[in-house]
């Protein structure tokens, strides 16, 4: 991966105001791949006491969407199938992995992993884009 497109995803996603509100870190990311970072907070519970589907998601789409945009152009999600394998222990660090299962001119697929920092899995998830061939605009 370019440098210069590296710094610029560290750069951004910081700024990002989604990822601000769930307190979402990129930790790295290379040519389809991406590994993100997220406490669980309190504030990210269901009526249950367990974490927020939604949460979980936000996580998994950070992780998606750079990894997938990892190659300078623009990529958009086309699907997602989300398996929600264990609800997370209360201040569990959780980690995102996304990597590139195949990619070709207009489409690319992912593996997206979270695990939580006991190693246990939390989430799983199979992601599809639809790579525009645009640019990134502040790339």
């Known amino acids: 991966m ?36 997220m406490l669980f907070s309190p504030d990210m519970e269901n009526l249950f006491g367990m974490a927020h589907g939604g949460a979980l998601f936000a996580l998994i789409d950070e992780a998606f969407e750079t990894a997938s945009n990892s190659h300078g152009t623009l990529a958009v999600a086309l699907n997602m199938n989300v398996t929600y394998v264990a609800s997370p222990h209360p201040g569990s660090i959780l980690v995102a992995e996304a990597r590139e299962v195949s990619l070709t001119r207009k489409t690319a697929s992912y593996d997206i992993r979270v695990h939580d920092d006991r190693g246990n899995l939390i989430v799983a998830c199979m992601a599809l884009v639809y790579r525009k061939g645009q640019p990134l605009p502040f790339a």
């Open 2 to 37: 370019d440098e210069k497109l590296r710094q610029a995803f560290h750069s951004r996603v910081p700024q990002e105001p989604f990822a601000s509100k769930f307190g979402l870190k990129l930790l790295d990311i290379g040519d389809g791949y991406s590994k993100v970072e």
